[in-house]
């Protein structure tokens, strides 16, 4: 096997990243070594990349970059049981500690020690990485790659869409970015409808259209809350899901929900958001649900049988592919500019 390997990592403390040759690791203890068959961008890269101020707080050049996976295990490290080699896995990213309040009560989410895979240690945009054994998750072997990377963020979709009940309910989504247009596919196929979706970007509201929605509005030229009165004769919808971290998207959807409607929230604001909580939520005995990342392993198994069943329309969410790393700029350069859905990496070439 090769002994040095390309990588998108993160050299400097600044806008940006480096292709560069790295050695191919050795799995240590309760790890194992993954030849990566597919590997896709989550917005957190992008911030990476960009060195925002988040970024900036956390990441510690230099490290390589990604955590959505899909990859063969060639390697298993010392005292591994669960996993063997020739196991076609994919990644929990959250490394949990088992032992704080949280994970005592079976709260793995919301675990207080968490650490992450491409955040807080090395990722996985390379043709080799490592992965914590206690974090795989085996795959069916006849699931393509590129879905298989894309589990960890559907989990995120799946948490936020099935909070609650929603098959047969009008839903209203705000935000068609990777995770909102996932949240399309998953919201479809659990039966929602009709599925409303507010995004201002056109490239991205025909994104939408193709996934499944039924109606998509431009937030910066119609008002979505009068649209969305307009489609449900007057009574607002009764599921609003918010992935667009836009604070505006959030007024606009309380205000279009159906009183004791459900609403989750997955979309990460960007500084404190003011909302006249008496009339949007408390009056109206609004369901509110905070998303953060999966249950473990509960959404793992959900996203599998999800897939597996053939109902989730991904392909149209999956717009770019790229064979290699050679052209990763590019690609981060497209993300930004959100002229993508999700991006995917397959990285050997042959
Ligand atoms: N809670 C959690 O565990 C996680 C939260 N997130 C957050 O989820 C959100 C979605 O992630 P991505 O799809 O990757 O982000 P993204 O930034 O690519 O997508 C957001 C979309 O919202 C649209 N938007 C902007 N203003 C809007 C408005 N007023 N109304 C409706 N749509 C509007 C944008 O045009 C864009 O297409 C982000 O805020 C991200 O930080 C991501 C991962 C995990
Ligand atoms: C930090 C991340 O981007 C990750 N996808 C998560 O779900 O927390
Ligand atoms: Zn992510
Ligand atoms: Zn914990």
Redesign the pocket.
């Known amino acids: 096997m090769a002994e040095k390997m390309p990588a998108i990592v993160k050299t400097k403390p600044a806008y940006g990243a480096e292709l560069v040759e790295v050695d191919v690791p050795k799995p240590g203890p309760g790890e194992v070594l993954i030849k990566v068959l597919a590997t896709s961008i ?3 890269d ?2 990476i990349y960009e060195w925002n101020e988040w970024a900036q707080s956390r990441i510690k050049p230099p490290q390589i970059m990604g955590h959505e996976v899909a990859g063969e295990v060639i390697e298993v490290g010392p005292g591994v049981d669960t996993i063997q080699v020739g196991d076609y896995i994919s990644a929990e990213t959250h490394i949990v500690c088992g032992k704080c309040y949280a994970c005592r009560h079976n709260r793995y989410h919301v675990c207080q020690n968490t650490k992450i895979f491409g955040v807080d240690m090395d990722g996985v945009f390379a043709e080799y990485a490592i992965v914590p054994a206690q974090n795989a998750w085996k795959n069916p072997k006849d699931m393509p790659p590129e879905y298989a990377s894309l589990q960890e ?1 559907l989990g ?1 979709a799946v ?2 869409v099935l909070a609650g009940p929603i098959a047969g309910r009008s839903t209203l989504i ?9 949240g399309i596919a998953v919201a479809k196929a659990s039966g929602a409808y009709p599925v409303i979706v ?4 056109e490239f ?1 509201r025909n994104l939408a259209k193709k996934v499944g929605a039924d109606y998509v509005i431009n ?2 030229e119609e008002d ?1 809350v009068k649209a969305v009165m307009d489609i449900t004769d007057g009574a607002g919808v009764e599921v609003f899901l918010e ?7 959030l007024e ?1 959807g309380l205000a279009a929900t159906t009183p004791g409607g459900r609403v989750s ?5 960007p500084r404190d958001v003011t909302i006249d909580f008496n009339n949007l939520i408390i009056f109206k005995a609004l369901e509110v649900h ?5 249950h473990l392993w509960e959404t793992w198994y959900t996203v599998s049988s999800l897939i597996q069943s053939g109902k989730l329309n991904l392909d149209p969410i999956i717009t770019h592919k790229y064979r290699g790393f050679d052209k990763f700029e590019e690609a981060f350069e497209l ?1 930004r500019a ?1 002229k993508t859905g999700k991006v995917v990496f397959f990285p050997h070439k042959g």
């Open positions: 989550c917005g957190t992008l911030h963020p995120n948490d936020t705000t935000g068609a970015g990777p995770l909102g247009l996932l507010s995004e201002p970007s991205r937030p910066f979505p992935f667009s971290g836009a604070p505006k998207a606009q929230l997955l979309g990460l604001f905070g998303i953060t990342g999966r993300m959100g």
